[in-house]
Protein backbone atom coordinates (compact mmCIF):
# COMPACT_ATOMS: atom_id res chain seq x y z
CA UNK A 1 0.00 0.00 0.00
CA UNK A 2 2.38 2.71 0.70
CA UNK A 3 4.50 1.86 -2.79
CA UNK A 4 0.81 2.64 -4.04
CA UNK A 5 0.72 5.70 -2.34
CA UNK A 6 4.07 6.78 -3.22
CA UNK A 7 3.83 5.80 -6.51
CA UNK A 8 0.32 7.80 -7.04
CA UNK A 9 1.87 10.84 -5.61
CA UNK A 10 4.89 10.80 -7.79
CA UNK A 11 2.89 10.16 -11.10
CA UNK A 12 0.76 13.21 -10.01
CA UNK A 13 4.09 15.53 -9.42
CA UNK A 14 5.29 14.43 -12.49
CA UNK A 15 2.00 15.23 -14.24
CA UNK A 16 1.60 18.56 -12.99
CA UNK A 17 5.41 19.82 -13.48
CA UNK A 18 5.29 18.80 -17.51
CA UNK A 19 1.90 20.52 -17.82
CA UNK A 20 3.03 23.66 -16.37
CA UNK A 21 6.37 22.80 -18.66
CA UNK A 22 4.15 22.61 -21.96
CA UNK A 23 2.09 25.71 -20.83
CA UNK A 24 2.82 29.54 -22.17
CA UNK A 25 0.83 32.83 -22.84
CA UNK A 26 1.82 31.68 -26.20
CA UNK A 27 1.18 28.20 -26.44
CA UNK A 28 -1.80 26.83 -23.94
CA UNK A 29 -2.52 23.42 -23.68
CA UNK A 30 -5.79 21.88 -25.01
CA UNK A 31 -7.95 19.77 -24.03
CA UNK A 32 -5.84 18.80 -20.72
CA UNK A 33 -6.43 16.75 -17.66
CA UNK A 34 -5.06 17.03 -14.13
CA UNK A 35 -6.23 14.85 -11.16
CA UNK A 36 -5.20 14.80 -7.86
CA UNK A 37 -4.55 12.20 -5.03
CA UNK A 38 -4.88 12.03 -1.58
CA UNK A 39 -2.14 11.04 1.24
CA UNK A 40 -3.71 7.84 1.17
CA UNK A 41 -3.46 7.56 -2.40
CA UNK A 42 -6.76 7.37 -3.86
CA UNK A 43 -8.08 9.77 -6.58
CA UNK A 44 -9.77 13.24 -4.40
CA UNK A 45 -10.50 14.92 -7.89
CA UNK A 46 -9.96 15.10 -11.47
CA UNK A 47 -9.81 18.29 -12.83
CA UNK A 48 -10.46 18.96 -17.23
CA UNK A 49 -10.29 21.79 -19.32
CA UNK A 50 -10.59 22.65 -23.23
CA UNK A 51 -8.22 25.12 -22.64
CA UNK A 52 -5.63 25.51 -20.45
CA UNK A 53 -3.40 29.00 -19.63
CA UNK A 54 -0.44 29.47 -17.73
CA UNK A 55 0.04 33.04 -16.30
CA UNK A 56 2.79 31.54 -13.13
CA UNK A 57 3.63 28.76 -11.03
CA UNK A 58 0.90 29.37 -8.92
CA UNK A 59 -2.42 30.05 -11.32
CA UNK A 60 -3.82 28.30 -14.26
CA UNK A 61 -7.02 29.86 -16.24
CA UNK A 62 -9.15 27.49 -17.51
CA UNK A 63 -11.93 27.21 -20.43
CA UNK A 64 -14.61 24.88 -20.64
CA UNK A 65 -13.74 23.57 -17.09
CA UNK A 66 -14.99 20.08 -15.83
CA UNK A 67 -13.98 19.14 -12.74
CA UNK A 68 -15.11 15.91 -10.98
CA UNK A 69 -14.59 15.17 -6.94
CA UNK A 70 -14.86 11.51 -6.15
CA UNK A 71 -14.88 10.20 -2.41
CA UNK A 72 -10.91 10.15 -1.95
CA UNK A 73 -11.06 6.04 -0.26
CA UNK A 74 -11.22 2.83 -1.88
CA UNK A 75 -14.98 3.51 -2.59
CA UNK A 76 -13.89 5.47 -5.49
CA UNK A 77 -17.50 7.07 -5.58
CA UNK A 78 -18.10 10.05 -7.61
CA UNK A 79 -19.68 12.74 -5.55
CA UNK A 80 -20.28 15.34 -8.08
CA UNK A 81 -19.29 17.12 -11.38
CA UNK A 82 -18.96 20.81 -11.63
CA UNK A 83 -18.75 22.70 -14.98
CA UNK A 84 -18.21 26.76 -15.73
CA UNK A 85 -17.37 28.20 -18.66
CA UNK A 86 -13.96 29.25 -17.02
CA UNK A 87 -12.14 29.59 -14.00
CA UNK A 88 -8.46 30.16 -12.43
CA UNK A 89 -7.11 27.32 -11.10
CA UNK A 90 -4.54 28.25 -7.50
CA UNK A 91 -2.36 24.95 -7.61
CA UNK A 92 -0.75 25.51 -4.71
CA UNK A 93 -3.68 26.19 -2.77
CA UNK A 94 -5.76 23.54 -4.80
CA UNK A 95 -8.95 26.32 -4.97
CA UNK A 96 -10.07 27.07 -8.13
CA UNK A 97 -12.42 30.83 -8.32
CA UNK A 98 -14.42 31.80 -11.23
CA UNK A 99 -16.65 34.90 -11.71
CA UNK A 100 -18.88 32.78 -14.49
CA UNK A 101 -22.04 30.66 -13.98
CA UNK A 102 -21.59 26.98 -12.21
CA UNK A 103 -23.67 23.80 -12.20
CA UNK A 104 -23.01 21.28 -10.13
CA UNK A 105 -24.36 17.54 -10.28
CA UNK A 106 -24.32 15.41 -6.89
CA UNK A 107 -26.22 12.21 -6.14
CA UNK A 108 -29.19 13.71 -5.72
CA UNK A 109 -29.13 17.24 -6.66
CA UNK A 110 -27.99 20.09 -9.32
CA UNK A 111 -26.78 23.22 -8.42
CA UNK A 112 -26.35 26.18 -10.44
CA UNK A 113 -25.53 29.92 -9.93
CA UNK A 114 -22.73 32.70 -10.68
CA UNK A 115 -19.51 33.78 -9.17
CA UNK A 116 -17.73 30.44 -7.27
CA UNK A 117 -14.84 29.13 -5.57
CA UNK A 118 -13.90 25.67 -4.23
CA UNK A 119 -11.15 24.10 -2.29
CA UNK A 120 -9.97 20.77 -2.97
CA UNK A 121 -8.72 19.77 0.41
CA UNK A 122 -12.30 21.22 2.40
CA UNK A 123 -14.29 19.82 -0.50
CA UNK A 124 -16.31 22.99 0.33
CA UNK A 125 -18.00 25.22 -2.58
CA UNK A 126 -19.06 28.56 -2.40
CA UNK A 127 -21.66 30.37 -5.19
CA UNK A 128 -22.11 33.85 -4.39
CA UNK A 129 -25.04 35.09 -6.83
CA UNK A 130 -28.56 33.54 -8.53
CA UNK A 131 -28.24 29.88 -6.91
CA UNK A 132 -31.00 27.58 -7.92
CA UNK A 133 -30.97 23.77 -6.08
CA UNK A 134 -32.96 21.01 -7.22
CA UNK A 135 -33.10 17.80 -5.32
CA UNK A 136 -34.60 14.63 -7.06
CA UNK A 137 -36.78 14.06 -3.89
CA UNK A 138 -40.42 16.02 -2.75
CA UNK A 139 -41.02 17.19 0.57
CA UNK A 140 -44.27 16.85 1.46
CA UNK A 141 -46.73 17.34 4.35
CA UNK A 142 -44.45 19.58 6.00
CA UNK A 143 -46.85 20.80 8.78
CA UNK A 144 -49.49 18.39 8.85
CA UNK A 145 -50.18 14.37 8.63
CA UNK A 146 -52.80 14.66 5.91
CA UNK A 147 -52.47 12.40 3.42
CA UNK A 148 -51.43 12.76 0.10
CA UNK A 149 -53.76 13.61 -2.76
CA UNK A 150 -52.69 12.68 -6.04
CA UNK A 151 -49.01 12.11 -6.68
CA UNK A 152 -46.67 12.91 -4.07
CA UNK A 153 -43.77 15.44 -5.42
CA UNK A 154 -40.75 14.43 -6.89
CA UNK A 155 -38.28 17.84 -6.70
CA UNK A 156 -37.40 19.70 -4.82
CA UNK A 157 -35.97 23.46 -5.62
CA UNK A 158 -34.61 25.94 -3.66
CA UNK A 159 -33.66 29.81 -4.59
CA UNK A 160 -31.31 31.71 -2.76
CA UNK A 161 -28.80 34.65 -3.08
CA UNK A 162 -25.56 32.53 -2.01
CA UNK A 163 -25.02 29.11 -0.69
CA UNK A 164 -22.04 26.77 0.47
CA UNK A 165 -22.01 22.83 0.19
CA UNK A 166 -19.64 21.20 2.03
CA UNK A 167 -19.08 17.60 1.22
CA UNK A 168 -18.29 14.51 4.00
CA UNK A 169 -18.08 11.46 3.41
CA UNK A 170 -21.32 10.62 4.88
CA UNK A 171 -23.53 13.75 3.87
CA UNK A 172 -23.91 16.94 2.01
CA UNK A 173 -24.12 20.35 3.76
CA UNK A 174 -25.97 23.07 1.79
CA UNK A 175 -26.11 26.17 3.59
CA UNK A 176 -28.35 28.79 1.92
CA UNK A 177 -28.60 32.63 2.59
CA UNK A 178 -30.29 35.05 1.50
CA UNK A 179 -33.80 35.52 0.58
CA UNK A 180 -34.12 31.16 0.72
CA UNK A 181 -37.31 30.41 -1.28
CA UNK A 182 -37.84 26.74 -1.27
CA UNK A 183 -40.54 24.92 -3.22
CA UNK A 184 -41.95 21.15 -3.57
CA UNK A 185 -44.98 20.85 -4.58
CA UNK A 186 -47.67 22.41 -2.25
CA UNK A 187 -44.89 22.99 -0.03
CA UNK A 188 -43.55 27.13 0.06
CA UNK A 189 -40.95 28.19 2.23
CA UNK A 190 -39.19 31.56 2.89
CA UNK A 191 -36.67 32.01 5.19
CA UNK A 192 -33.06 34.14 5.43
CA UNK A 193 -31.14 31.41 6.11
CA UNK A 194 -31.44 27.14 5.61
CA UNK A 195 -29.66 24.65 5.75
CA UNK A 196 -30.03 20.97 3.99
CA UNK A 197 -28.41 17.99 4.65
CA UNK A 198 -28.09 15.05 1.95
CA UNK A 199 -26.65 11.69 2.30
CA UNK A 200 -23.76 11.30 0.11
CA UNK A 201 -23.25 8.44 -2.32
CA UNK A 202 -23.29 5.02 -0.96
CA UNK A 203 -20.32 2.53 -1.28
CA UNK A 204 -19.94 1.87 -4.71
CA UNK A 205 -17.56 1.76 -7.36
CA UNK A 206 -18.40 3.89 -9.73
CA UNK A 207 -20.48 6.87 -9.19
CA UNK A 208 -24.46 6.98 -8.75
CA UNK A 209 -26.86 9.66 -9.74
CA UNK A 210 -24.45 11.58 -12.36
CA UNK A 211 -25.26 9.65 -14.83
CA UNK A 212 -28.39 7.59 -13.68
CA UNK A 213 -28.97 5.30 -11.01
CA UNK A 214 -30.12 5.27 -7.21
CA UNK A 215 -30.63 9.24 -5.82
CA UNK A 216 -30.84 9.36 -1.65
CA UNK A 217 -32.81 11.30 0.45
CA UNK A 218 -32.28 14.47 2.18
CA UNK A 219 -32.61 14.13 5.81
CA UNK A 220 -32.73 17.24 7.24
CA UNK A 221 -33.68 20.84 7.05
CA UNK A 222 -33.09 23.55 9.15
CA UNK A 223 -34.22 27.00 8.42
CA UNK A 224 -34.14 29.97 10.61
CA UNK A 225 -34.66 33.82 10.87
CA UNK A 226 -38.23 34.84 8.87
CA UNK A 227 -39.30 31.41 8.33
CA UNK A 228 -42.48 31.64 6.78
CA UNK A 229 -44.08 28.06 5.21
CA UNK A 230 -47.11 27.72 3.09
CA UNK A 231 -48.81 24.53 2.39
CA UNK A 232 -52.21 24.03 0.80
CA UNK A 233 -54.39 25.77 3.49
CA UNK A 234 -51.87 26.22 5.63
CA UNK A 235 -49.28 28.95 6.82
CA UNK A 236 -46.55 28.46 9.31
CA UNK A 237 -44.26 31.43 11.22
CA UNK A 238 -41.45 30.64 13.22
CA UNK A 239 -37.99 32.20 13.95
CA UNK A 240 -36.70 28.77 13.48
CA UNK A 241 -37.83 25.35 11.96
CA UNK A 242 -36.43 21.67 11.58
CA UNK A 243 -37.61 19.11 9.88
CA UNK A 244 -36.44 15.43 9.97
CA UNK A 245 -37.26 13.72 6.95
CA UNK A 246 -37.28 10.53 7.79
CA UNK A 247 -38.33 10.12 10.91
CA UNK A 248 -41.34 12.75 9.75
CA UNK A 249 -41.00 15.28 12.46
CA UNK A 250 -40.44 18.87 12.13
CA UNK A 251 -39.68 21.10 15.11
CA UNK A 252 -40.80 24.96 15.34
CA UNK A 253 -39.31 27.41 17.41
CA UNK A 254 -39.01 30.96 18.21
CA UNK A 255 -42.53 32.34 18.98
CA UNK A 256 -44.25 29.81 15.91
CA UNK A 257 -47.80 30.35 14.88
CA UNK A 258 -50.16 27.81 12.36
CA UNK A 259 -52.76 29.72 10.38
CA UNK A 260 -54.70 27.08 8.66
CA UNK A 261 -58.27 26.66 7.23
CA UNK A 262 -60.36 28.64 9.16
CA UNK A 263 -58.00 28.85 12.44
CA UNK A 264 -55.11 30.87 14.00
CA UNK A 265 -52.47 28.39 15.82
CA UNK A 266 -49.90 30.06 18.31
CA UNK A 267 -47.30 28.56 21.05
CA UNK A 268 -44.32 28.71 22.49
CA UNK A 269 -42.98 25.40 20.14
CA UNK A 270 -44.77 23.53 17.77
CA UNK A 271 -43.63 19.49 16.90
CA UNK A 272 -44.82 17.36 14.05
CA UNK A 273 -44.29 13.78 14.52
CA UNK A 274 -45.97 11.34 11.91
CA UNK A 275 -48.57 13.53 11.10
CA UNK A 276 -49.52 14.66 14.93
CA UNK A 277 -48.64 18.32 15.38
CA UNK A 278 -48.53 19.31 19.43
CA UNK A 279 -48.81 23.24 20.06
CA UNK A 280 -47.32 23.98 23.68
CA UNK A 281 -47.35 27.29 25.93
CA UNK A 282 -44.80 28.11 28.45
CA UNK A 283 -44.52 29.58 31.73
CA UNK A 284 -45.32 32.72 30.07
CA UNK A 285 -48.37 31.87 27.80
CA UNK A 286 -50.47 29.21 27.26
CA UNK A 287 -50.87 27.75 23.33
CA UNK A 288 -53.66 29.51 21.81
CA UNK A 289 -55.95 28.97 19.03
CA UNK A 290 -58.14 31.63 17.32
CA UNK A 291 -61.38 29.91 14.98
CA UNK A 292 -63.87 31.52 12.88
CA UNK A 293 -67.22 31.11 12.83
CA UNK A 294 -67.56 29.40 16.03
CA UNK A 295 -68.39 32.59 18.01
CA UNK A 296 -70.52 31.74 20.72
CA UNK A 297 -70.19 28.15 20.17
CA UNK A 298 -73.72 28.30 17.94
CA UNK A 299 -75.57 28.65 21.17
CA UNK A 300 -75.42 32.63 21.03
CA UNK A 301 -77.06 32.88 18.08
CA UNK A 302 -76.91 33.42 13.65
CA UNK A 303 -75.13 36.44 14.40
CA UNK A 304 -72.54 35.73 17.25
CA UNK A 305 -71.26 32.73 14.40
CA UNK A 306 -69.47 35.59 12.62
CA UNK A 307 -67.02 36.38 15.34
CA UNK A 308 -64.19 34.74 16.38
CA UNK A 309 -63.62 31.94 18.97
CA UNK A 310 -60.05 32.19 21.10
CA UNK A 311 -59.13 29.00 23.26
CA UNK A 312 -56.70 28.94 25.53
CA UNK A 313 -54.89 26.21 26.84
CA UNK A 314 -51.43 24.21 28.26
CA UNK A 315 -51.39 21.72 24.79
CA UNK A 316 -52.75 21.74 21.82
CA UNK A 317 -52.85 18.47 19.78
CA UNK A 318 -53.80 18.71 16.14
CA UNK A 319 -54.90 15.54 13.83
CA UNK A 320 -55.63 15.58 10.13
CA UNK A 321 -57.66 13.82 8.07
CA UNK A 322 -58.25 13.46 4.05
CA UNK A 323 -61.36 16.12 4.60
CA UNK A 324 -61.73 16.47 8.23
CA UNK A 325 -59.17 18.12 11.53
CA UNK A 326 -59.26 17.55 15.19
CA UNK A 327 -58.07 19.91 17.66
CA UNK A 328 -57.06 18.78 21.26
CA UNK A 329 -57.03 21.07 24.23
CA UNK A 330 -55.41 20.08 27.51
CA UNK A 331 -54.29 21.67 30.24
CA UNK A 332 -57.08 24.05 31.75
CA UNK A 333 -59.04 25.17 29.07
CA UNK A 334 -60.53 29.05 28.64
CA UNK A 335 -62.64 29.38 25.75
CA UNK A 336 -63.81 32.96 24.75
CA UNK A 337 -66.25 33.73 22.08
CA UNK A 338 -68.62 36.62 21.60
CA UNK A 339 -70.03 37.17 25.02
CA UNK A 340 -69.77 33.50 26.10
CA UNK A 341 -66.36 32.55 28.28
CA UNK A 342 -66.16 28.39 29.22
CA UNK A 343 -63.47 26.39 30.98
CA UNK A 344 -62.91 23.03 31.01
CA UNK A 345 -60.22 20.28 32.05
CA UNK A 346 -60.12 19.37 28.37
CA UNK A 347 -61.71 20.02 24.76
CA UNK A 348 -61.86 18.73 21.47
CA UNK A 349 -62.50 20.58 18.36
CA UNK A 350 -63.93 18.97 15.15
CA UNK A 351 -63.77 20.66 11.51
CA UNK A 352 -64.47 19.99 8.72
CA UNK A 353 -62.41 20.90 5.60
CA UNK A 354 -63.45 23.23 3.14
CA UNK A 355 -63.26 21.84 -0.46
CA UNK A 356 -60.80 24.70 -2.79
CA UNK A 357 -63.42 25.22 -5.07
CA UNK A 358 -65.51 26.43 -2.06
CA UNK A 359 -62.89 28.91 -0.33
CA UNK A 360 -63.80 32.87 -1.06
CA UNK A 361 -59.61 33.26 -0.73
CA UNK A 362 -56.79 31.60 -2.25
CA UNK A 363 -55.20 28.37 -0.78
CA UNK A 364 -52.29 30.23 0.59
CA UNK A 365 -53.63 32.24 3.51
CA UNK A 366 -52.60 35.71 3.94
CA UNK A 367 -50.87 37.57 6.53
CA UNK A 368 -54.17 39.49 7.79
CA UNK A 369 -55.97 37.03 10.26
CA UNK A 370 -59.75 38.90 9.25
CA UNK A 371 -59.31 37.82 5.75
CA UNK A 372 -57.80 34.60 5.90
CA UNK A 373 -59.91 33.02 8.54
CA UNK A 374 -62.97 32.66 6.02
CA UNK A 375 -62.68 28.80 5.04
CA UNK A 376 -63.70 25.67 7.08
CA UNK A 377 -66.46 24.94 9.57
CA UNK A 378 -66.18 23.59 13.19
CA UNK A 379 -69.05 20.93 13.59
CA UNK A 380 -68.83 19.48 16.41
CA UNK A 381 -67.18 21.19 19.95
CA UNK A 382 -66.64 18.38 23.11
CA UNK A 383 -65.71 19.82 26.47
CA UNK A 384 -64.88 17.76 29.39
CA UNK A 385 -64.21 17.90 32.92
CA UNK A 386 -65.69 20.65 35.32
CA UNK A 387 -67.11 22.68 32.42
CA UNK A 388 -68.47 26.25 33.45
CA UNK A 389 -69.99 28.58 30.54
CA UNK A 390 -70.86 31.89 31.25
CA UNK A 391 -72.68 34.22 29.52
CA UNK A 392 -74.68 37.85 30.24
CA UNK A 393 -75.51 37.03 34.31
CA UNK A 394 -76.14 33.01 33.18
CA UNK A 395 -73.66 30.28 34.17
CA UNK A 396 -74.29 26.78 33.12
CA UNK A 397 -72.04 23.60 34.62
CA UNK A 398 -71.81 20.37 33.64
CA UNK A 399 -69.61 17.36 33.40
CA UNK A 400 -69.31 16.99 29.76
CA UNK A 401 -70.87 19.85 26.88
CA UNK A 402 -70.66 19.07 23.23
CA UNK A 403 -71.76 22.39 20.94
CA UNK A 404 -73.07 21.71 17.48
CA UNK A 405 -71.82 25.25 16.30
CA UNK A 406 -73.89 24.89 12.83
CA UNK A 407 -77.01 23.60 14.35
CA UNK A 408 -76.97 26.08 17.09
CA UNK A 409 -77.53 24.02 20.01
CA UNK A 410 -75.04 22.48 23.04
CA UNK A 411 -76.32 19.01 24.54
CA UNK A 412 -75.15 18.88 28.69
CA UNK A 413 -74.61 15.81 30.63
CA UNK A 414 -73.27 14.64 33.82
CA UNK A 415 -74.87 17.01 36.65
CA UNK A 416 -75.91 19.88 34.41
CA UNK A 417 -76.86 22.77 35.95
CA UNK A 418 -78.24 26.42 35.09
CA UNK A 419 -77.55 29.50 37.54
CA UNK A 420 -78.91 32.77 36.86
CA UNK A 421 -78.47 36.21 38.01
CA UNK A 422 -75.53 34.30 40.85
CA UNK A 423 -78.51 31.51 41.96
CA UNK A 424 -81.41 33.61 41.80
CA UNK A 425 -82.67 30.66 39.67
CA UNK A 426 -81.47 27.39 39.54
CA UNK A 427 -82.13 24.44 36.62
CA UNK A 428 -80.99 21.13 37.29
CA UNK A 429 -81.83 17.84 35.39
CA UNK A 430 -80.64 14.56 33.66
CA UNK A 431 -79.44 16.07 31.10
CA UNK A 432 -79.96 19.68 29.11
CA UNK A 433 -80.02 21.27 25.78
CA UNK A 434 -78.54 24.64 24.99
CA UNK A 435 -80.55 26.67 21.99
CA UNK A 436 -80.35 30.37 21.32
CA UNK A 437 -82.40 31.56 23.83
CA UNK A 438 -83.87 28.45 24.52
CA UNK A 439 -83.01 25.99 27.31
CA UNK A 440 -83.99 22.70 27.71
CA UNK A 441 -84.04 19.95 30.61
CA UNK A 442 -85.37 16.46 30.66
CA UNK A 443 -85.21 14.16 33.94
CA UNK A 444 -85.62 10.62 34.89
CA UNK A 445 -86.78 8.70 37.65
CA UNK A 446 -84.33 9.55 40.49
CA UNK A 447 -83.20 12.74 39.33
CA UNK A 448 -86.24 14.67 38.12
CA UNK A 449 -85.88 18.15 36.57
CA UNK A 450 -85.76 20.77 39.64
CA UNK A 451 -86.06 25.11 38.97
CA UNK A 452 -85.65 26.78 42.41
CA UNK A 453 -87.35 30.36 41.44
CA UNK A 454 -87.57 33.80 43.34
CA UNK A 455 -89.94 33.22 45.70
CA UNK A 456 -93.95 34.38 45.86
CA UNK A 457 -95.69 36.24 48.47
CA UNK A 458 -98.02 33.97 50.59
CA UNK A 459 -101.31 33.76 48.67
CA UNK A 460 -103.44 32.17 51.18
CA UNK A 461 -105.05 33.07 54.59
CA UNK A 462 -102.84 35.99 56.59
CA UNK A 463 -104.84 36.01 59.57
CA UNK A 464 -102.85 33.19 61.11
CA UNK A 465 -103.44 35.11 65.02
CA UNK A 466 -106.82 33.62 64.66
CA UNK A 467 -107.51 29.82 63.71
CA UNK A 468 -107.31 28.69 59.99
CA UNK A 469 -106.01 25.22 60.95
CA UNK A 470 -107.51 22.15 58.80
CA UNK A 471 -110.86 20.23 60.42
CA UNK A 472 -114.20 20.69 61.28
CA UNK A 473 -113.66 22.00 64.82
CA UNK A 474 -112.46 25.89 65.45
CA UNK A 475 -108.63 25.77 67.14
CA UNK A 476 -108.19 28.50 69.64
CA UNK A 477 -104.22 28.23 69.88
CA UNK A 478 -102.62 30.40 66.98
CA UNK A 479 -101.26 29.21 63.89
CA UNK A 480 -97.38 30.17 62.93
CA UNK A 481 -96.79 32.24 60.19
CA UNK A 482 -95.46 30.33 57.25
CA UNK A 483 -91.51 31.34 56.31
CA UNK A 484 -91.00 32.98 53.01
CA UNK A 485 -88.91 30.00 50.78
CA UNK A 486 -87.74 29.98 47.07
CA UNK A 487 -90.68 28.61 44.03
CA UNK A 488 -89.53 25.05 43.48
CA UNK A 489 -90.75 23.32 40.67
CA UNK A 490 -89.69 19.72 39.66
CA UNK A 491 -90.81 18.09 36.58
CA UNK A 492 -89.69 15.26 34.09
CA UNK A 493 -89.06 17.75 30.94
CA UNK A 494 -88.25 21.87 31.51
CA UNK A 495 -88.40 24.14 28.31
CA UNK A 496 -87.13 27.74 29.24
CA UNK A 497 -87.15 30.32 27.14
CA UNK A 498 -85.84 34.04 27.50
CA UNK A 499 -86.82 37.14 26.13
CA UNK A 500 -85.85 40.45 26.55
CA UNK A 501 -88.84 41.41 28.34
CA UNK A 502 -89.58 38.06 30.30
CA UNK A 503 -88.20 34.31 30.80
CA UNK A 504 -90.91 31.58 30.27
CA UNK A 505 -90.84 28.17 31.90
CA UNK A 506 -92.48 25.27 30.98
CA UNK A 507 -92.71 22.11 32.70
CA UNK A 508 -94.47 18.65 32.02
CA UNK A 509 -94.98 15.32 32.87
CA UNK A 510 -95.86 14.85 36.40
CA UNK A 511 -95.07 18.71 37.76
CA UNK A 512 -94.70 19.47 41.13
CA UNK A 513 -94.38 23.53 42.90
CA UNK A 514 -93.68 24.14 46.50
CA UNK A 515 -93.25 27.57 47.74
CA UNK A 516 -94.38 29.81 50.08
CA UNK A 517 -97.76 28.75 51.51
CA UNK A 518 -98.15 26.20 48.65
CA UNK A 519 -97.95 22.99 47.44
CA UNK A 520 -98.99 22.03 44.02
CA UNK A 521 -99.29 18.95 41.40
CA UNK A 522 -100.34 19.28 37.42
CA UNK A 523 -99.62 17.85 34.31
CA UNK A 524 -98.57 20.60 32.59
CA UNK A 525 -97.02 24.28 34.56
CA UNK A 526 -96.16 27.43 33.13
CA UNK A 527 -94.29 30.19 34.71
CA UNK A 528 -93.55 33.86 33.69
CA UNK A 529 -90.56 35.80 35.31
CA UNK A 530 -89.14 39.14 34.94
CA UNK A 531 -86.44 41.08 35.28
CA UNK A 532 -86.23 43.73 37.69
CA UNK A 533 -83.98 46.52 39.12
CA UNK A 534 -83.44 46.57 42.96
CA UNK A 535 -81.12 48.19 45.10
CA UNK A 536 -77.97 46.03 45.45
CA UNK A 537 -78.49 46.48 49.40
CA UNK A 538 -81.61 44.46 48.88
CA UNK A 539 -79.63 41.89 47.79
CA UNK A 540 -77.12 41.94 50.49
CA UNK A 541 -74.48 43.55 47.73
CA UNK A 542 -72.82 46.74 48.85
CA UNK A 543 -69.70 48.18 46.54
CA UNK A 544 -67.29 51.07 48.56
CA UNK A 545 -70.42 52.02 51.13
CA UNK A 546 -72.38 53.15 47.73
CA UNK A 547 -75.61 51.61 46.59
CA UNK A 548 -75.50 49.89 43.22
CA UNK A 549 -78.56 48.93 40.41
CA UNK A 550 -79.02 45.13 40.68
CA UNK A 551 -80.85 42.79 38.35
CA UNK A 552 -83.31 40.64 39.49
CA UNK A 553 -86.24 37.97 38.75
CA UNK A 554 -89.86 38.38 39.78
CA UNK A 555 -92.68 35.64 39.44
CA UNK A 556 -95.53 37.63 37.80
CA UNK A 557 -97.31 34.39 36.42
CA UNK A 558 -98.18 30.53 36.97
CA UNK A 559 -100.33 28.68 34.98
CA UNK A 560 -101.10 25.02 35.65
CA UNK A 561 -103.11 23.01 33.64
CA UNK A 562 -104.94 19.37 33.90
CA UNK A 563 -105.76 17.96 37.24
CA UNK A 564 -104.12 20.67 39.51
CA UNK A 565 -103.94 20.37 42.71
CA UNK A 566 -102.61 22.90 45.47
CA UNK A 567 -102.46 22.75 49.08
CA UNK A 568 -102.41 25.60 51.41
CA UNK A 569 -102.73 25.84 54.87
CA UNK A 570 -106.31 25.92 55.88
CA UNK A 571 -107.43 24.72 52.51
CA UNK A 572 -106.92 22.25 49.85
CA UNK A 573 -107.92 23.83 45.55
CA UNK A 574 -108.28 21.86 42.90
CA UNK A 575 -109.61 22.60 39.12
CA UNK A 576 -108.46 21.75 35.18
CA UNK A 577 -106.41 24.91 35.41
CA UNK A 578 -105.12 27.22 37.71
CA UNK A 579 -104.03 30.85 37.09
CA UNK A 580 -101.70 32.55 40.03
CA UNK A 581 -101.15 35.96 39.88
CA UNK A 582 -98.61 36.91 42.69
CA UNK A 583 -98.21 40.30 42.03
CA UNK A 584 -102.32 40.64 42.98
CA UNK A 585 -102.23 38.53 45.47
CA UNK A 586 -105.18 35.81 43.23
CA UNK A 587 -105.23 32.55 42.31
CA UNK A 588 -107.68 31.82 39.55
CA UNK A 589 -109.45 27.96 39.24
CA UNK A 590 -111.14 26.83 36.47
CA UNK A 591 -112.90 23.66 34.72
CA UNK A 592 -114.68 21.82 37.85
CA UNK A 593 -113.04 24.14 40.49
CA UNK A 594 -113.07 22.99 44.08
CA UNK A 595 -111.78 24.59 47.29
CA UNK A 596 -112.16 23.05 50.85
CA UNK A 597 -111.20 24.27 54.06
CA UNK A 598 -112.31 23.98 57.49
CA UNK A 599 -116.21 26.11 56.86
CA UNK A 600 -116.49 23.63 54.44
CA UNK A 601 -116.71 23.10 50.12
CA UNK A 602 -117.19 25.23 47.39
CA UNK A 603 -117.59 24.18 43.96
CA UNK A 604 -118.72 25.93 40.53
CA UNK A 605 -116.55 26.51 36.95
CA UNK A 606 -114.84 29.75 38.07
CA UNK A 607 -113.23 30.50 41.01
CA UNK A 608 -111.21 33.72 42.42
CA UNK A 609 -109.27 34.01 45.39
CA UNK A 610 -107.76 36.30 46.97
CA UNK A 611 -104.84 37.00 49.29
CA UNK A 612 -105.34 37.43 52.79
CA UNK A 613 -109.08 36.85 52.61
CA UNK A 614 -111.83 34.67 53.46
CA UNK A 615 -114.10 35.47 50.55
CA UNK A 616 -113.84 34.02 46.81
CA UNK A 617 -116.18 34.89 44.12
CA UNK A 618 -117.61 31.84 42.64
CA UNK A 619 -119.21 31.11 39.09
CA UNK A 620 -121.17 28.96 37.97
CA UNK A 621 -121.55 27.71 33.67
CA UNK A 622 -124.25 28.76 32.10
CA UNK A 623 -123.88 26.63 29.19
CA UNK A 624 -124.03 23.90 31.14
CA UNK A 625 -126.37 24.70 33.59
CA UNK A 626 -123.48 24.22 36.61
CA UNK A 627 -124.49 26.50 39.36
CA UNK A 628 -121.56 27.53 41.84
CA UNK A 629 -122.47 25.21 45.31
CA UNK A 630 -121.75 25.30 48.76
CA UNK A 631 -121.22 22.48 51.37
CA UNK A 632 -121.58 23.20 54.66
CA UNK A 633 -120.11 21.40 57.65
CA UNK A 634 -122.28 18.77 59.31
CA UNK A 635 -124.18 20.77 61.80
CA UNK A 636 -124.28 18.98 65.35
CA UNK A 637 -127.21 19.89 67.82
CA UNK A 638 -126.51 21.57 70.89
CA UNK A 639 -125.82 19.23 74.44
CA UNK A 640 -129.47 19.56 76.56
Not at 42 to 50: E, H
Not at 108 to 130: A, L, Q, R, T
Not at 274 to 297: D, F, T
Not at 448 to 470: H, M, N, T
Amino acid sequence: MLFKSLLRSTACLLFVCALQAQMTPSAPVQNFRLPSFGENGYTQWVLQGGKGIYDNETQIRIEDMALRVYSGDERMALEMTMDSPAATLLTKQKRAISEEAITIVGSNFKVSGVGWSWDGDSKEIEVKFDVVVEFTQGMENMLTGAPNEGVAPEVTEIHSRSLRLKTTKEAYHFTFTDSVHAVSGEMDLKSELLVAIADAPENKAQGVGVNGGKLDSIRQLIASDQVVIHQAQHQLKAGHAEFMLREQTAHFRGLPQIETDGAFISGSTIDRHEGIVVVKGSASGRAQMIVSKAGGLGIMGAEALSSETIVLSGVITMLEGASSRQFLFEGSVDVLSGALSMNSETLTLFAEKTAPDDRSTTSVPTTDKASSLQAGEVKRVLATGNVRIEEEGRLATADQVTFYPIEERAELEGQPRIDVNEGEVVVTGDRMELQPGIAMAHGRLKQRVKVVLPEIQDLGYSDFDKSVAEGPEQQTEAVPRPLSIKTVVQSETLRMIEEPEHTLFRFSDTVSVSGTNLDATCERLEVTAKPVEVIGAQKGIMKSGSESIESSMQVELIEAYNSVVFKQIGRVASGNKATILPLKGQVVLEGDAVVTDAKGKVTGHRMTLFQGQRRAIVEGDRASGKRATMTLPEMKPKAQ
